[in-house]
């Protein structure tokens, strides 16, 4: 009974986030336009979150109608003086050849406010993780390799060799750009890489990494595959950090051997052990030899044989459990902002690249944004935070293209009508519009299919990996 209670706080606590920052985020980015709306004087006739029927309506006094609707992809102000959005927003009895016209640098500044509201959000979101911290970890902070696997499987269940293994990168370098572009951790390294575009003259994908190698900065060409359930390029390496022993159950192998938590995995058979891959890789050998492991606890380095006459069931962990260093970094609102900005634009860059591999079935739709919050929640508020602060940044970016539909688009036919002295036709605006939302909505009914798979596909490894983990004997 107490886990049944566990599971449904949990859920109720996931819910109640989504709805804060996701929605919070539409709503801020609403509010800005209405708050400049109402500053310049604009008549403002809706204030909607969602599209479609209302599930709650009221008009104040002011007579703007303020509703909830019941299609939940996002929100707008309806600003009968700036844009003809009937199609979209639904019919509005004032008429708008009795208000005043509006100048070019109010519609600008009403158009941008939605974009400078998620920014300011953000930004005041990234003021909080500065103060109490984000999460990290000695694996995501480093860009230094920990293993390289010698091949990959490719999708039709052929094997080939590894890029990494193939362009000669040894476990301890450290990789500091790709294709020039600086990285600063693995996280970064390898949004980089999979939205990277670089192509030979023969087709094969491409990128030069920028390695440190004993204190010298080497360019190695890499030629990356595509693989893995998202088919992304990939090129067969894992980060490097330092194994701790987190927990050891009596009567398990690691007990048997002495490890004892805190324990801190240093080589492996004389070679810096950087990864836990290695240790499995030497345990499930098909001949087996004796394991030689150094270990360091509370400061005194010993080592630990495992004897190559073990029994073949031993497990190739030992049965312990492991984790590796954790702390929080304190990076300002600025850094924080730039670093999702530049990590949006390579996304976009990458989808508009013809060489690239990204497209826009590997994008999330609200569903997976709110898979993504649900997962967050799990982890803590402070990664709840981070991925807000991501998502306001992709709506303000976003919301600024030059697209019929979103503010970016408003913004280039008003400037359009500025340049040639005269507004666009009427006509020609409302039915850009209405092909356009119809082209945005179809867009985000393909995302979500793909976002469906991809939930789907990992609730049935977590149910695997449980049933495996039951049927599992005890060591």
Do not use: C
């Not at 009968?80 to 005043?100: F, H």
């Not at 360019?219 to 992304?232: A, H, Q, T, W």
């Not at 031993?314 to 312990?320: D, I, K, M």
């Not at 990590?343 to 690249?353: A, C, G, K, P, Q």
Request: charged share 20%; hydrophobic share 45%; glycine share 8%.
């Amino acid at each position: 009974m107490p886990d049944f209670f566990n599971s449904l706080f949990s859920s109720v606590w996931a819910i109640f986030l989504i709805i804060l920052f996701f929605g919070g985020s539409i709503f801020v980015h609403e509010l800005g336009h209405f708050l400049a709306a109402r500053r310049r004087g604009v008549k403002v006739s809706r204030f909607s979150i969602g599209f479609g029927p209302a599930i709650w309506k009221r008009t104040a006094k002011d007579g703007v109608e303020y509703r909830l609707a019941w299609i939940p992809l996002g929100g707008y102000v309806a600003l009968p003086q700036l844009a003809d959005m009937a199609a979209v927003e639904g019919e509005s009895d004032i008429d708008v050849a009795t208000l005043p016209p509006i100048s070019y640098g109010t519609r600008m500044i009403v158009f941008g406010a939605g974009a400078f509201f998620n920014v300011l959000f953000a930004f005041a979101l990234a003021t909080i993780l500065w103060v109490i911290g984000q999460p990290t970890s000695e694996d995501m902070a480093t860009t230094r390799i920990g293993y390289i696997t010698a091949t990959m499987t490719m999708p039709d269940g052929s094997t080939v060799t590894s890029p990494a293994a193939e362009a000669g990168l040894r476990v301890g370098d450290a990789i500091r750009a790709i294709d020039g572009t600086q990285v600063a951790d693995w996280p970064e390294l390898l949004q980089t890489l999979v939205t990277s575009a670089g192509v030979t003259d023969d087709g094969r994908r491409r990128a030069v990494f920028t390695i440190e190698r004993d204190g010298q900065l080497l360019d190695l060409p890499v030629y990356p595959r595509l693989s893995g359930e998202d088919n992304i390029r990939r090129v067969g390496i894992l980060a490097a950090y330092t194994p701790i022993v987190a927990e050891v159950p009596e009567k398990s192998y690691a007990a048997t051997l002495g490890l004892q938590v805190g324990d801190r995995l240093l080589e492996l058979n004389g070679t810096p052990l950087l990864n836990l891959v290695p240790l499995m890789d030497a345990m499930q050998a098909k001949e087996p030899k004796a394991v030689v492991l150094k270990i360091s606890r509370a400061g005194t380095e010993s080592t630990i044989t495992v004897p190559a006459d073990r029994a073949k069931d031993t497990p190739p962990l030992f049965g312990a459990a492991y984790r590796t260093t954790f702390g929080l970094k304190h990076t300002n609102p600025i850094t924080q902002i730039t670093n999702q900005v530049a990590m949006t634009w390579r996304t976009l860059w990458s989808l508009l690249h013809p060489q690239s591999d990204i497209g826009i079935s590997k994008l999330s739709g609200p569903i997976g944004i709110g898979k993504i919050y649900w997962d967050a929640s799990e982890a803590g508020i402070r990664y709840v935070l981070w991925i807000a602060i991501l998502v306001n940044v992709n709506l303000a970016i976003f919301n600024l293209l030059p697209i019929p539909v979103l503010d970016g688009g408003h913004m280039l036919f008003a400037t359009i009508g500025k340049l040639r002295g005269r507004a666009l036709p009427t006509n020609f605006i409302a039915a850009t519009q209405s092909a356009f939302m119809i082209l945005l909505l179809s867009m985000i009914i393909y995302v979500s299919v793909f976002d469906v798979r991809r939930i789907a596909r990992d609730v049935k490894a977590d149910h695997a990996a449980e049933k495996a983990a039951e049927e599992k004997p005890a060591k």
